[in-house]
């Protein structure tokens, strides 16, 4: 059956696969959903007997439904190749009594890879389908990962151009190295002074500004977007939560139909809505355990019914959940909502003009699947050298932020239920942090060293993506103020 996609915000006329995720946002500003969220079709012991390229083909043609076979097993054969360094794409390693989902064994070693390595051909596929001529020009704001990941995806990818616009101070120093050593004539790495929230206000405003998209089309470009509101980031997201599952059951860990909570360490909250839909295409999920940082807008959400992004933005060593708005909660609200779109924008117009809204009861009974709670930085830092000391486990920050979560929801709830946590960065991509919480006295070497004394003591060789950019030049040294981003869009495009 056909998946359409609306907008979270009127009842414009609804579009297909392609054309949402060549769009990215819908003109009113809403984001684009589907109208149904599709069954699995196989059953879990069939997908338990597929490989990881096979179960992306049976989850994503269910929702990419104007893509034929040949076209979307394409697009999965070139993303999820030799870039993985292991034929898994994405293994589950066991301690402490869950199960790690490693979800950072791609080029730029995090999460952002699973969705990335495959939207640049998902967007290409729809651009020829949808008879596009012009450039297509990816803006993208991110709070670390998601730049280096795009940028990695789309550098020298024929027909497009790549922008990223990143906190100047708000990114670790191996993330912004990764990013500014980035090659390929059609990238640009800009940074701002400003947060996450600025740049990625900033890109939005850029993306409903009539006058350049004017000025572009002139020219032949239109912009897309690579962040995880486009639905060609998140139906690939749903993938590997079914993945983890059938793992489980083809090692025999978890019986046929029996439940597993997953764990996961929420920003945008893209990654932990794929796991929502995962379980609304009938996958066996009982809790769905959301982990925040300081920053802790979601936990305080699911506490109260009120989101309010009115509060001190805090710096944490998990940089890539720093975030105040998080973007995809809206597609949840609009569900819960009972997919009505006036109420939706209502509350949406709520949050962009007062910088808050509150759901009604109906609305916060139906959020049940759902746990939130936080970790503070000491928690944070305490997990991974706890893991590390009892287990020989090291994991990144981010992770530690959901193994901390989960922590303190088995004390609490004492739910005996298999468990998944998304280790969603390598520890290696935040070796700082990750080093310091290990080892105090490591604060005095500089961040290669740390890497490799990482590598010793994990017993883990160092990554090739942290390898190539040790000597790699600085290829990008632009710095804006957040109310020069038109500026910067205009000067990378020659307008
Ligand atoms: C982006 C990111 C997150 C947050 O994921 P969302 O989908 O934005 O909630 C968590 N951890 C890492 C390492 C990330 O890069």
Redesign the pocket.
């Given at each position: 059956m056909e998946v359409l996609y609306g907008s979270t915000r009127s009842s414009a006329e609804p579009v297909k696969a392609s054309e949402a995720i060549l769009k990215g946002l819908s003109d009113d500003g809403g984001l684009f959903v589907p109208d149904h969220i599709p069954a699995l079709d196989k059953s879990l012991s069939e997908l338990a007997g597929m490989g990881y390229r096979e179960v992306a083909y049976e989850v994503m043609k269910l929702f990419l439904t104007d893509f034929t076979e040949d076209e979307l097993k394409n697009c999965i054969e070139k993303a999820y190749d030799s870039k993985f360094d292991t034929e898994a794409v994405a293994p589950l390693t066991e301690a402490d009594g869950a199960y790690y989902l490693e979800l950072?064994h791609g080029s730029t070693i995090?999460?952002?890879d699973m969705a990335l390595s495959i939207l640049p051909h998902l967007l290409i596929t729809s651009a020829r389908k949808n008879k596009v001529e012009n450039e297509i020009v990816i803006l993208t704001a991110t709070?670390?990962?998601?730049g280096k990941?795009a940028l990695a995806g789309f550098a020298d990818v024929k027909g497009t151009r790549i922008l990223v616009f990143y906190p100047k101070n708000g990114v670790s120093p191996i993330q912004e190295k990764q990013m500014v050593t980035q090659k390929g004539a059609n990238t640009r790495v800009v940074g701002i002074h400003g947060n996450f929230d600025d740049a990625q206000t900033g890109v939005k405003q850029l993306f409903s500004d009539k006058e350049l998209t004017a000025e572009m089309n002139a020219k032949g470009f239109q912009f897309s977007s690579a962040n995880?509101i486009n639905i060609g980031r998140l139906v690939p997201?749903i993938v590997y939560y079914v993945y983890a599952y059938t793992r489980l059951l083809a090692e025999g860990r978890i019986a046929d139909g029996e439940s597993m909570n997953v764990v996961?360490?929420?920003?945008?909250?893209?990654?932990?809505?794929?796991a929502f839909y995962a379980k609304n295409m009938g996958l066996p999920i009982h809790k769905l355990i959301c982990a925040s940082n300081e920053n802790k807008v979601l936990y305080d959400f699911f506490a109260t019914g009120e989101y309010d992004r009115n509060r001190e933005f805090v710096l944490t060593s998990?940089p890539?959940?720093d975030?105040l708005i998080?973007s995809?909660l809206e597609r949840l609200i609009y569900r819960i909502g009972g997919c009505d779109p006036t109420k939706n924008a209502k509350l949406m117009e709520a949050l962009s003009n007062g910088g808050k809204y509150r759901i009604n009861d109906d609305m916060k009974g139906q959020l049940q699947d759902f746990y939130g709670n936080y970790a503070t930085e000491e928690e944070t830092a305490g997990t991974i050298r706890r893991l590390y000391e009892t287990c020989g486990y090291v994991i990144?920050t981010?992770?530690a932020v959901a193994a901390s979560v989960y922590e303190k929801y088995r004390k609490e709830t004492e739910d005996q239920t298999k468990t998944v946590i998304?280790s969603?960065?390598s520890p290696f991509?935040?070796t700082r942090s990750v080093m310091n919480a290990i080892d105090a006295e490591s604060d005095s070497k500089d961040d290669f060293e740390l890497v490799d004394e990482l590598s010793r003591i994990a017993n883990v060789a160092v990554p090739k993506a942290i390898e190539e950019i040790r000597h790699a030049e600085v290829l990008h040294d632009i710095v804006c103020e957040k109310d020069e981003m038109k500026d910067a869009v205009k000067a990378f495009l020659g307008l």
């Open positions: 950072f995090a999460f952002k709070s670390g990962d998601t990941a995880s997201q996961v360490p929420t920003g945008n909250f893209g990654n932990i809505l794929a998990s890539s959940m975030i998080s995809n990144d981010h992770t998304a969603t960065a991509k935040f």
